[in-house]
């Protein structure tokens, strides 16, 4: 019965989008809104039919209802109810289905929170989101159909894999990178409106660079949560490999990044329209190219899921979307003509632009790297390899160059600088930057790129600081203001300038932790007996013995380690090892003592019960928490940027139908109160 239920929604699903797509496209064309209610009918339909969809397979997973497919696959009743539920995106067909939830949901709020704006637009955008799901609707319904049949009926199931349930953060990681993921639809499919429109006006800007804000905070959350996830559970001694599946989060972050810094031209110089469109469809394919990358099983990756038939589906789609994507850059591009040009080198706009142009430098950079071993093996049938030392000598110097304009652009203003006030702001955070840079020669590092990082973080934080505070002092000056009440009052009229400051910090305490993490690290290992000592740096780990256990999915072994740290304080660690029955070999569970210095990192590789042995690996990470505890920066500063200014409700734009061929109306649309 679940099976033909969560089917049938999923082709309803199917059926509302592709009538939706169809109607809001043509209707939008033709400038047609007396088909927008249909329009609107269809998203609530869609969204419907993917919430239940997901909830019959949720209710089946719940169940142990093993007629399912999906269910048989990564089921089992010993697994605990948290990783029940979130076995829906544990393996391909369930994930695919999860992801039409979320695009139904993005389309849904999307439409509500717009539905009296924006009249110009929102058919051809709504009928372009929802042709996009279309073609996911189409591949749960088809080549990733979840709610197949099962015949005969397994009497339990393999559970989930036993990686993806071996740690709390595959409950959150994964959503936060679907959010993300999904989230940039919504922004393309406003860019495509506008460029139907051939037209890009401030009021249509706004929800553009909202939207994308959105979907790019979600995306920054999981990357850093997967970064923590392969830290805590692999037990590899690291966060990052440039693995081609983490490169396929990072690209459509970069290009989204690059976009939020040139909507800033745009609203303020009306200039680098065309690019600034260019970069939210790049996003968006990116996106697409990602969850290929991730679903296709292509990639020998321990994110990527197994081999598929939804390869090929997915190439066709990615085809579709450029062709679409450079017709409509070309065709219609031309019609957003920049009204303003760079007059001066010394300019905030000058300072975005070589910003933007680093960014996408990067993404080529990273995009060629995890690509060309496909390439190289399907042209010439030569398997090759790009690892680290590839990706660390491209991306680094853009890194470091991405830090340095985080500091001079907020120092310049818009249009020309003087070269006299330059200087005056300029030699206070250099300063700043050398004695950052002579403390850290002082206490003995060494290296030029990570001494460069630590020297212009000090830089960038004393005029992020700055720009943050001058207006407070101002507003405590003018109007006599304590502190705290000049604090919510500059950050009130100012929002996006206080959010994207603060995300500024919080990317680079981002920074300075990888490189630190990646220059300073120091490693170990060694096989002690009970009562025996490692040492690694100023720590002691003395291994006291071992214990085993069994839980509901699991049976384990693990250490008892006692820890004696550089300043005496004793605390106790026990890395452990599990043993799940889908699985050969065991997967390992670190254990990490955390501090804000550093981190001690300790992985369990062997054990002799006969011998009372145990075999261990150790690594101290200096700074590497800070990786994650810039989370709550980036979702800070996020937020205040995009909470709504508080103004009087503008006047619903009236719905008009010109007749088919007029020209568009002066001014139309450009509802002011939205942007």
Request: aromatic share 12%; with cysteine; net charge positive.
């Amino acid at each position: 019965m679940k099976s033909s239920l969560g089917y049938g929604l999923v082709l309803a699903g199917l059926a509302f989008a592709s009538f939706g797509a169809l109607v809001g496209l043509v209707s939008g064309m033709r400038r047609n809104d007396a088909a927008f209610p249909w329009v609107m009918r269809c998203v609530v339909g869609f969204f419907a039919c993917m919430l239940g969809a997901n909830g019959v397979m949720e209710w089946a997973l719940l169940s142990n209802d093993f007629s399912v497919k999906y269910v048989a696959q990564v089921g089992s009743i010993a697994t605990p109810t948290p990783y029940k539920i979130v076995s829906l995106w544990s393996a391909l067909e369930g994930s695919i289905l999860f992801w039409g939830f979320i695009m139904g949901s993005y389309v849904m709020a999307f439409a509500w929170v717009h539905r009296r704006e924006h009249a110009r637009y929102m058919s051809l955008a709504l009928g372009t989101m929802l042709a996009v799901g279309v073609f996911f609707a189409f591949l749960i319904a088809g080549p990733a159909n979840p709610f197949h049949a099962m015949s005969p009926v397994p009497a339990d199931g393999p559970g989930p894999n036993a990686l993806l349930q071996n740690h709390y953060l595959m409950i959150i990681h994964p959503p936060m990178l679907y959010l993300g993921y999904v989230g940039m639809t919504v922004p393309f499919g406003i860019a495509v409106a506008a460029l139907l429109r051939g037209e890009m006006g401030d009021a249509w800007m706004a929800p553009l660079r909202r939207w994308t804000l959105f979907a790019w905070l979600f995306l920054s959350i999981g990357i850093i949560l997967g970064a923590w996830w392969a830290y805590a559970v692999l037990g590899w001694g690291g966060y990052w490999a440039w693995d081609p599946v983490e490169n396929a989060s990072f690209l459509p972050w970069l290009t989204a990044t690059a976009f939020m810094h040139s909507t800033l031209v745009h609203e303020r110089k009306k200039m680098l329209k065309l690019w600034t469109l260019s970069l939210v469809l790049s996003s968006f394919v990116l996106t697409i190219l990602g969850t290929f990358m991730t679903r296709s099983g292509i990639f020998n990756s321990v994110h990527s899921f197994t081999q598929s038939d939804i390869g090929p589906t997915f190439l066709v789609f990615i085809a579709v979307l450029l062709f679409v994507s450079v017709t409509l850059l070309a065709v219609r591009g031309p019609l957003l003509v920049a009204e303003s040009q760079i007059k001066s080198l010394l300019s905030r706009e000058t300072t975005i632009l070589v910003n933007n142009l680093v960014f996408v430098a990067i993404t080529f950079t990273v995009l060629l790297g995890t690509l060309y071993p496909l390439i190289s093996e399907a042209v010439r049938d030569v398997k090759v390899s790009v690892g680290e030392p590839y990706f660390n000598k491209m991306a680094v110097p853009g890194g470091v160059m991405v830090l340095f304009l985080m500091g001079v652009g907020p120092m310049l203003p818009w249009g020309s600088a003087d070269p006299k006030t330059v200087r005056e702001r300029f030699w206070i955070p250099a300063a700043v930057g050398v004695a950052v840079v002579g403390a850290c020669l002082a206490g003995g590092l060494r290296g030029f790129y990570p001494l460069l990082t630590f020297g212009l973080a000090g830089f960038v934080t004393v005029i992020t600081l700055r720009e943050l505070a001058l207006p407070v002092k101002v507003r405590m000056q003018e109007h006599r203001e304590g502190f705290v009440s000049a604090l919510v009052g500059s950050a009130t009229r100012a929002r996006r300038r206080f959010g994207g400051y603060i995300v500024h910090l919080g990317i680079v305490m981002i920074l300075v932790a990888v490189g630190a993490s990646s220059a300073y690290v120091t490693r170990t290992s060694g096989t002690v007996r009970e009562g025996e000592s490692l040492k690694i740096g100023g720590y002691q780990v003395q291994y006291l013995g071992l214990a085993s256990g069994r839980e509901p999915h699991r049976t384990y072994v693990a250490t008892h380690l006692r820890v004696t740290a550089p300043d005496g304080s004793v605390s106790e660690l026990s890395p452990r090892m599990n043993y799940y029955e889908t699985m050969t070999d065991p997967v390992g569970t670190p254990a990490v003592r955390s501090t804000p210095r550093e981190d001690l990192y300790l992985s369990l590789m062997a054990f002799s019960e006969e011998r009372r042995t145990a075999s261990f690996n150790a690594w101290i990470f200096p700074l590497v928490g800070w990786i994650w505890w810039s989370i709550p920066l980036l979702v800070l500063g996020t937020l205040i940027a995009l909470w709504p200014a508080r103004k009087a409700r503008a006047v619903a734009e009236p719905r008009v139908t010109p007749a088919v061929g007029a020209p568009p109306e002066p001014g139309a649309g450009m509802n002011q109160g939205a942007a």
